[in-house]
């Protein structure tokens, strides 16, 4: 028999089953707390909660360990397309040649957004938010496949769907930012792979051939792999939490999408650059800075910081701090702000306020330097982040779509309003 336990309760006590995870991660299965004493679980924010089981992605948040079906976040990020990552969180193994080449190549066959589409971003200002536009756009798109709103999917139906997902994100991103820059949208070529293709489609214009360089799209490469999964954060948990309800692929990815555009979520990308630029603006006292963050009084977050599974150094942020000095050193960039980035990191290491709290650098803190390095502006940061993203959601909502005992998600609370009382006529209130 499993671990038992135990809890009592004015005096009685009830029992538990555990589960062990196949890293040995414990919990406790609660799911009949309720129902054997009528008390519910109170954790605002879940940072206790298990919300399912999955097989998808590893974290070890304490030894700074991040896998994706297993396979360590290092070696995927050295030697993995994009695309093959994708295969492999939503298909648990990685594709052969054969696999690979067919799912890529849907990839190209797919990449293109319907035409009416195009005609959306003409009803938004040159000023809104890329998030804000592709989540509509996302959204946008279940209108035009109907078989989504099959509660049945058949395999075929949800890879299509999935290739189709994946592959028009970036279009659309790249159109939104077209748009805002008022030049005319660049298509996607049949000829280029996923990277290069949204790289073209961003970069060239009538009067201008944009070479893709391999440093360049490498960098690319190993951001995407980086960002394609990270189990059950709030993005994804959004996502699972909008599909429990069976709602269609698009529309919880949608809700994905806008609950990773939070400064404390993927939006914290952005915020970092401009935090740097603040910096920078006034005068580059990083020290300053500091004693601004650790005086409480402010407000102020050393955004790219901090993590809540992560009190260790973010893997992610190990490799990405490596690759930004790669891209820099290749292009021949000196950027003031990667300067103010790697004081800032130095400072708050040694710094009791950091130390004491175990904060570290996490993804965001590097990344907006590669995309500064690159040309994308800093209001889109978020959106690189959701494409890649983009991966993991489908993996995530496959996973809880296929679960035998899927219930919707439904968390309970602790009422604290008034307890019942009468209506009082217009009349008679004062
Ligand atoms: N700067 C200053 N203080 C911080 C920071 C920070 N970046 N992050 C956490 N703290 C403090 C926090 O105020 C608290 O202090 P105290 O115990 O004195 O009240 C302590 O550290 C613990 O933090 P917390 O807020 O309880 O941690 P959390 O798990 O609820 O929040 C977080 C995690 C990521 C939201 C938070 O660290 C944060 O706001 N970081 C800055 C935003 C950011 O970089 N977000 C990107 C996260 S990685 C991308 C992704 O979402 O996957």
Redesign the pocket.
């Known amino acids: 028999m499993g671990d038992i336990a135990k809890i009592i309760l004015n005096g009685n006590e009830y029992e538990f089953p555990v589960l062990t995870g196949t890293e040995q991660e414990k919990a406790i299965d609660m799911r009949t707390l309720r129902l054997k004493t009528g008390y519910i679980a109170f954790d605002p ?1 879940y ?1 206790n909660v298990g919300s399912c089981q999955s097989a998808i992605t590893f974290i070890d948040g304490d030894k700074g360990i991040l896998r994706y079906r297993g396979i360590p976040i290092e070696q995927l990020a050295e030697h993995a397309s994009f695309v093959e990552v994708a295969y492999l969180l939503i298909y648990g193994e990685l594709p052969n040649e054969k696999e690979l080449n067919k799912w890529s190549a849907e990839f190209t066959e797919h990449s293109m957004i319907h035409e009416d589409m195009k005609n959306f971003f003409d009803g938004y200002p040159a000023g809104g938010h890329p998030m804000g536009i592709l989540s509509a756009m996302v959204c946008s798109l279940s209108a035009y496949y109907p078989e989504l709103e099959r509660v049945e999917l058949t395999s075929m139906d949800f890879r299509r769907i999935s290739v189709e997902l994946i592959s028009k994100v970036r279009t659309i991103a790249a159109f939104s930012y077209k748009k805002k820059i008022g030049e005319p949208f660049v298509y996607p070529r049949s000829d280029l792979k996923y990277i290069p293709n949204f790289l073209n489609m961003m970069f060239s214009s009538p009067n201008r051939v944009y070479e893709v360089q391999d440093c360049v799209a490498n960098a690319l490469r190993t951001l995407f792999v980086l960002h394609a999964d ?1 189990e059950q ?3 994804t948990s959004s996502v699972r939490m909008v599909g429990s309800s069976l709602a269609n692929l698009y529309a919880s990815v949608s809700a994905g999408i806008c609950a ?1 555009w939070g ?4 939006g ?1 990308n952005q ?2 650059t401009e935090m740097l630029q603040s910096i920078q603006q006034s005068g580059g006292d990083v020290a300053h800075f500091i004693t601004q ?1 650790k005086d ?1 009084k402010n407000n ?9 599974v992560y009190k260790n150094y ?1 893997p992610r942020a190990k490799i990405i701090k490596q690759r930004t000095d790669v891209l820099l050193n290749k292009l021949g960039i000196h950027d003031p702000l990667l300067e103010i980035a790697l004081k800032l990191e130095e400072a708050a290491l040694k710094d009791s ?2 130390v004491e ?1 175990k ?1 570290y650098p ?4 590097y990344s907006g330097i590669i995309y500064r390095a690159i040309g994308i502006p800093v209001d889109m940061a978020p959106v690189m982040f959701a494409m890649a993203r983009m991966a993991g959601w489908i993996a995530h909502w496959k996973e809880m779509r296929d679960e035998a005992d899927l219930r919707i998600s439904r968390p309970r609370q602790v009422y604290v309003g008034h307890q019942q009382r009468d209506f009082i006529p217009m009349e008679k209130r004062g």
């Open positions: 924010g940072a990270h954060n709030c993005g990773l400064p404390l979520h993927g914290a915020r970092v963050v409480r102020t977050k050393l955004m790219g910081f901090g993590h809540r973010d306020f950091f709290r904060l996490n993804v965001d803190f």
